[in-house]
């Protein structure tokens, strides 16, 4: 028996999948992750949860694929990207909760270095918007706000790690201190055209150098654990949107997936030439191995099934998510109710931060349905704001079939209305754990077992096409309905 063994530590939910050399699934264990909301636009979790969960989902998929440790040719590690954790490097411990990608305290110190006139050298070189959802300013805000931190890190006694490093780091019992290319350039702290930490933007930041862990490529040996009963070694890390990416097998140019979890991540592929944005999209690594980049543009939408948790858990107008569908299918179509879920803010193309929601339209024959039809009908939507961006900035894009996956895209319902707005097909996966496949897949890479990426896509199966039926007329009212419902609930106005 030959396994690989995806770790995938996701916002809400800590799960592993043991995966055959085909990429097929064998096992999985999954563990939710509470959130902490100490204040308002604060989100932290605890990283030492992480790491327990992580531990046990790990033995656990092992024990169910019927495997041992000599079984596994290695682990692939993915993440939740830009949630920061400090810990200290003698003894592994961190010094505060991991601040999550959500959090916007940081909102005040990103506008000021806006206002400076930083944010035009920040994008040149990191690809980048001055927006809290990066790690940077997460990072300076731990220094500057636990007692003794800043001195602690300028003497070299703490580390910085994003999620995939901070396993990293305990899986390897604190002999690896490394990142991934991908997710370093979630950090507003790496030139994504070479490839290193930036000094000037450390300086930017104030990041003393001595934090910042070793950046490798995402196929790479990162070392060997012993805490699963046998040596294993570690040998793929992806954040989650890029290990989505390749677990979509979109290596070639012009490929485009979007990614339904608590949030949504669009990603195209656009080659080994970075493509810098006019319309506020990122600018990102794809992936990075032998030394070579690839790049993507991405969109990136705060909210997408933490609408669906908020039907369930704030309003509680659903028990379980499958339901939010099933309620949207009954809504009266002559109603039209519009959501924005700014919950946290609005992300791409927006990136307004002091942005908050709005249900618009109700009427007294408004009801549950309309509002789950507007909650879903909003991811759909701002997945529209992000291809029209895209397109301006790379009209090599064209007209394209999006892949999907994420806990969403199990929604046949929310799938038909993306393709209907998008005017394009959508295509789901039979495994639509893509992020885990991609974790796998990087471990196998390295381990020799399977081609890298621009060889052949075997492992990419199609589930169903959804093909687009709407009217474009009536696609384009709805759109114009919705920016107009945006436009009302932007801070600007």
């Known amino acids: 028996m ?37 204040t308002p636009g604060w989100v932290e979790h605890d990283a030492e949860e992480i790491f327990a969960h992580s531990l046990t989902v790990l033995r656990e998929a092992l024990a169910r694929a019927g495997g041992t440790p000599a079984d596994v040719a290695g682990i692939g590690i993915t993440n939740q990207r830009e949630t920061t954790v400090l810990w200290e490097r003698r003894t592994g411990r961190p010094v505060g909760r991991a601040i999550v990608w959500q959090d916007r305290r940081t909102a005040p110190a990103c506008e000021a270095l806006r206002a400076a006139d930083h944010e035009a050298q920040v994008t040149a070189r990191t690809g980048l918007l001055l927006d809290p959802y990066f790690a940077a300013t997460k990072l300076g805000w731990m220094l500057d706000n636990i007692a003794g931190a800043r001195t602690a890190a300028e003497r070299g006694e703490l580390c910085f790690g994003t999620i995939d490093s901070w396993l990293l ?16 350039a979630r950090t507003l702290l790496l030139d994504i055209h070479t490839g290193a930490w930036d000094p000037e933007l450390l300086d930017l930041f104030r990041i003393p150098a001595a934090l910042l862990p070793e950046v490798r490529d995402n196929a790479a040996p990162f070392g060997e654990t012993t805490l699963l009963g046998g040596s294993i070694p570690i040998l793929g890390m992806a954040g989650d949107q890029q290990a989505a990416t390749l677990g979509q097998a979109c290596f070639a140019p012009g490929m485009i997936k979007s990614t339904y979890g608590t949030g949504c991540f669009a990603l195209l592929v656009t080659g080994e030439a970075p493509v810098p944005s006019r319309n506020r999209l990122l600018t990102t690594i794809a992936w990075q191995m032998g030394g070579r980049r690839h790049y993507a543009l991405e969109g990136s939408i705060f909210v997408a099934g933490a609408a669906v948790q ?69 991811v759909a939507l701002q997945t ?40 394009a097909p959508v295509d789901r996966p039979v495994v639509q754990e893509t992020t885990a496949l991609g974790a ?11 081609a890298p990426p621009g060889g052949a896509a075997t492992h990419w199966r199609l589930d169903r096409r959804f093909q687009p039926g709407m009217a474009r007329e009536e696609a384009a009212q709805r759109h114009a309905e919705w920016q107009d419902a945006v436009r009302r609930v932007r801070s600007a106005g």
Request: glycine share 10%; aromatic share 6%.
């Open 169 to 184: 780091f305990r899986l390897t019992e604190g002999r690896v201190h490394a990142t991934d290319a991908s997710n370093a």
């Open 2 to 38: 030959t396994l690989l063994l995806a770790l995938d530590q996701g916002t809400t939910s800590t799960r592993a999948i043991a995966f055959d050399t085909a990429l097929a699934p064998r096992a999985m264990a999954q563990i939710p992750l509470p959130q902490h909301f100490p």
């Open 384 to 423: 529209a704001d992000l291809l029209e961006a895209m397109r301006r900035d790379w009209p090599e894009m064209g007209q394209t079939v999006l892949r999907v996956d994420g806990g969403m895209a199990a929604s046949d319902w929310t799938m038909q209305f993306l393709a209907d707005i998008l005017g």
């Open 310 to 378: 908020w039907l369930r858990d704030g309003l509680g107008i659903i028990r379980e998510a499958r339901e939010a569908g099933e309620l949207a299918a009954q809504a009266n179509p002559a109603e039209r109710v519009t959501l924005v879920p700014a919950f946290t803010g609005l992300g791409a193309p927006w990136w307004d931060a002091a942005a908050r929601g709005a249900i618009l339209g109700l009427t007294r024959a408004s009801g549950r349905a309309e509002i789950c039809r507007a909650a879903l009908e909003s």
């Open 440 to 450: 796998a897949y990087l471990a196998g890479v390295q381990a020799g077992l399977l």
